[in-house]
């Protein structure tokens, strides 16, 4: 039997699901999951596959989360999307919920190995006309791009989110949004002395920056492992 059908897989998914960087109690964690929309049958499908199949699934955004990109995308109608950092491609499905008619989103993943299947799960989506992804180093792909965006997802490589910020920011139109995924790094951002890996003091040194940027203005949602919303003035 494919693991895809076999009900024990169910029971696999849901305690490799758990293990995630949650800060709220875990039952107003799922009171809050249980009051917002459902998945799609096609991302639970992707969120389940990546998770028994997959390397690392905690790095995909999740129901929750995944909800929230696809309210923010609704709500700003964009006509360009960069994503930075497709992995198994959850987060690109939901930010294309809120494309224009003729928009467009670009996802970027230095992991050639998961090419197949975020083409698949884009095909399956029907959305292969909207959405293309660019396999390579976002930070030799980025400097080739000559869209402008009006919503950029970062969720890739810690120690490159200001460097992504720096390259992109300039070129933005005035109200676009830059939202950075895992700003809080499981906690981590709290005891710097304690911390003192790069990855943590990238994190430090980023959202101090996003919060000193007189050209944006910021809000970091304790969502998940933290994702800052950055508005362009
Ligand atoms: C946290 S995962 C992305 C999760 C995805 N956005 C989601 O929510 O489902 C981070 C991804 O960034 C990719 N990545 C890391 N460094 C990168 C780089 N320099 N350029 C492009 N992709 C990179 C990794 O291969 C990995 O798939």
């Known amino acids: ?3 895809e059908q076999n009900p024990a897989y169910d029971l696999l998914f849901f305690y490799l699901k758990t293990d995630e960087m949650d800060f709220l109690d875990p039952e107003l964690d799922k009171y809050a999951e249980d009051h917002t929309s459902p998945e799609t049958t096609l991302l639970r499908e992707l969120n389940r596959h990546t998770h028994v199949n997959v390397l690392k699934p905690r790095m995909l955004s999740g129901h929750f989360q995944g909800r929230t ?3 923010l995308s609704k709500i700003a109608k964009p006509h360009r999307i ?3 950092g497709t992995y198994t491609g959850y987060s690109a499905l939901c930010l294309a919920e809120g494309l224009q008619e003729n928009g467009k989103l670009i996802t970027i993943d230095v ?3 998961l090419e197949e299947l975020v ?3 884009i095909e399956k989506a029907g959305l292969e006309h909207k959405i293309e992804m660019k ?3 976002a930070m030799d792909i980025i400097p080739t791009l000559e869209e402008s965006f009006d919503i950029v997802f970062i969720d890739a490589d810690k120690s490159n989110y200001a460097h992504y910020y720096d390259l992109l920011i300039d070129k933005l139109p005035s109200g676009s949004l830059i939202i950075a995924d895992n700003v809080l790094w499981s906690g981590k951002v709290l005891d710097p002395i304690k911390n003192k890996d790069k990855d943590t003091q990238e994190l430090l040194s980023f959202n101090k920056k996003i919060q000193e ?5 910021n809000v970091l949602l304790p969502i998940r492992d933290g994702l800052m ?3 362009k003035k």
């Open 229 to 231: 919303v950055i508005r």
């Open 135 to 137: 396999v390579g180093n």
């Open 69 to 71: 990109l696809s309210m």
């Open 82 to 84: 960069l994503e930075i």
């Open 1 to 3: 039997m494919d693991g």
């Open 213 to 217: 940027d007189e050209r944006v203005e």
């Open 111 to 113: 992991n050639y190995e």
């Open 119 to 121: 083409k698949t799960y």
